[in-house]
């Protein structure tokens, strides 16, 4: 059973251009999650997606961010116009959505921004 | 509202030596609480969860968690600390019937030779 899969890995970028980063939740699961990590930091939350639906994005800066979760494929995490601040580890997360149900992750997409 | 409280940001033991990690959560139902173990450039992974059953929850590798209502803790201790240990933790609290996880600061451990 393939856990939650996450590409790339990496992500290089030049100031102005956009990031798609892609996730695949687990089998079964339709409640994904995106998080960033900054270096020697937590994880902050970012979005919480349900298939087709945001269910909230209080994390998600209000401009050059976006995300989706189609009916077909997976997740995207779109960044357009990246900035250096934008640089960090983005991780996504799936549950079945059961209540109290752990949050199976991704390994990330360390995303630099030259 | 929920929140959880990781005492220590960084924890050094020598190899051998039992560990304790610190986690106090604060929350007004029930919670769920989880350990995830993060190694450098990995993802999380379940250590183990409380989900109001048994008050000692055995985890993955060694870990166990103990859930103490009186003291509003549930610290992740394991006997004897190995090298592959050294990582960071992060104490995971969720209000039952919600979707919002809430993620502690996370502790690193340094696992001495």
């Known amino acids: 059973n393939a856990g939650v899969m996450q590409n790339p890995r990496h992500l290089v970028r030049r100031r102005g251009q956009e990031a798609r980063l892609r996730c695949s939740p687990m089998?079964?699961?339709?409640?994904v999650y995106w998080y960033r990590q900054l270096p020697e930091e937590g994880l902050k939350f970012m979005v919480y997606?349900?298939?087709?639906?945001?269910?909230?994005e209080s994390g998600m800066p209000k401009e050059r961010f976006s995300a989706e979760f189609p009916k077909e494929g997976p997740s995207i995490l779109r960044i357009q116009q990246v900035v250096r601040g934008d640089s960090a580890a983005y991780f996504c997360?799936?549950?079945?959505?059961?209540?109290?149900?752990?949050?199976?992750f991704g390994n990330g997409t360390r995303l630099t921004v030259t | 509202a929920q929140s959880v409280t990781q005492l220590d940001s960084h924890v050094s033991v020598s190899e051998g030596t039992p560990v304790l990690l610190r986690c106090n959560y604060s929350s007004s139902y029930s919670p769920s609480l989880f350990w995830y173990v993060q190694h450098p450039n990995k993802g999380l992974q379940l250590l183990l969860k409380y989900t109001s059953a048994a008050t000692l929850v055995k985890g993955i590798n060694g870990f166990e968690a103990e859930f103490k209502k009186s003291e509003t803790s549930f610290h992740l201790t394991k006997p004897s600390a190995h090298m592959s240990d050294a990582a960071e933790y992060f104490c995971v609290v969720i209000k039952g019937g919600t979707y919002k996880y809430i993620f502690g600061t996370g502790t690193r451990l340094k696992v001495l030779a």
């Open positions: 089998k079964g699961h339709s409640h």
């Open positions: 997360a799936s549950s079945p959505g059961t209540e109290n149900s752990p949050l199976h």
């Open positions: 997606l349900q298939k087709e639906n945001i269910i909230d």
